[in-house]
């Protein structure tokens, strides 16, 4: 599992490990906050097509969809 801080999302980079459509690296851009601290959206960019998705952020944490860091 990866640790995550939801504090420390934004600009944070990450590696896809199964890429789509040659998209490998992304970047957090955005990421929403509700008044418990809880995270509402969390949207990242692919650095090579600059599409976004918006995804669910606990998916960061499973190392068989997500690598912390451009790899």
């Not at 990866?2 to 040659?22: C, E, G, M, Q």
């Not at 600059?50 to 952020?57: A, H, K, L, P, Q």
Request: glycine share 2%; hydrophobic share 40%; net charge negative.
């Amino acid at each position: 599992m990866n640790k995550i801080n939801p504090a420390k999302l934004h600009n944070s980079k990450w590696t896809a490990v199964n890429p789509l459509n040659r998209e490998k690296h992304f970047l957090v851009t955005e990421v929403e906050f509700d008044e418990d601290g809880s995270v509402l959206v969390c949207k990242v960019e692919a650095v090579l097509s600059n599409t976004e998705y918006s995804i669910d952020w606990v998916e960061l944490k499973n190392q068989d969809k997500w690598l912390q860091g451009w790899k």
